[in-house]
């Protein structure tokens, strides 16, 4: 157990739905990851929150946005979904900035399901 | 940019034998790191080791060690006296100081071992 919690663990909606997945980092964690694992395009980094604030942006689509909370707590809304969505959501924290040798502990993730 | 290159699909190792995991990387940067993770099929992401770009020695822990060659872009991982609870998907990433919270993941090879 890594001390990342996400919820919900699994979510099955429709085309143009919109959802958030929710993510509570590690005790004293300040940064916050999120990732999508599909089979198509593998495992790829989408944003980095770092106290509130983002920090580093990957390959995050513009339906998609993210927040982290004051109480560290981050949120991933995903909206206007399309079945290419369908996917693993991983989050991940550290803590601090996200410096090179800060190792990232990921969550269960979550499995979500575009019907 | 940066690309990580994965290229066993798959392998098969005998139990207690020791077995080798590739991965090249590209990048421009200077200073990196670089990263294994297992995905058991149950799904979670789980930490293996990590390695500087600026470390003169490979790194170790306990039954994995990074074979890293510089002038080559590689940074194999090898698992010694392998356990059938080793059998799972093994990613290489890396992360570049200039922008250490994107980690960018290879396609992963998928490790079998067989009692």
């Known amino acids: 157990d890594s001390g990342v919690t996400q919820t919900p663990k699994h979510l099955i909606t429709a085309t143009g739905q919109r959802v958030t997945l929710r993510c509570s980092p590690r005790?004293?964690?300040?940064?916050v990851y999120w990732y999508q694992q599909s089979l198509d395009q593998g495992l790829q980094f989408l944003i980095q929150?770092?106290?509130?604030?983002?920090?580093a942006k990957g390959n995050i689509l513009e339906r998609f946005s993210a927040q982290q909370f004051p109480d560290l707590h981050s949120e991933l809304n995903l909206s206007s979904l399309e079945l290419g969505d369908s996917a693993l959501y991983f989050c991940?924290?550290?803590?601090?900035?996200?410096?090179?040798?800060?190792?990232?502990?990921f969550g269960p993730g979550t499995r979500l399901l575009v019907l | 940019a940066q690309k990580i290159t994965q290229t066993q699909p798959g392998m098969f190792v005998q139990e207690k034998e020791a077995v080798t995991l590739d991965c090249t990387y590209d990048t421009s940067d200077q200073s990196y790191g670089l990263f294994w993770y297992k995905q058991p099929s149950s799904g979670e992401m789980i930490f293996l080791i990590y390695?500087?770009?600026?470390?003169?020695q490979n790194a170790t822990e306990g039954r994995y060690s990074l074979n890293f060659q510089k002038a080559r872009k590689s940074a194999n991982l090898v698992i010694s006296a392998s356990q059938l609870g080793d059998s799972a998907m093994y990613f290489c990433a890396m992360r570049a100081s200039n922008n250490a919270g994107k980690s960018t993941f290879g396609d992963g090879t998928t490790l079998t071992v067989k009692p």
């Open positions: 390695q500087g770009s600026y470390d003169e």
């Open positions: 929150y770092y106290n509130g604030e983002e920090r």
């Open positions: 991940a924290s550290s803590p601090r900035t996200g410096e090179l040798e800060e190792t990232q502990y």
């Open positions: 005790s004293g964690d300040l940064s």
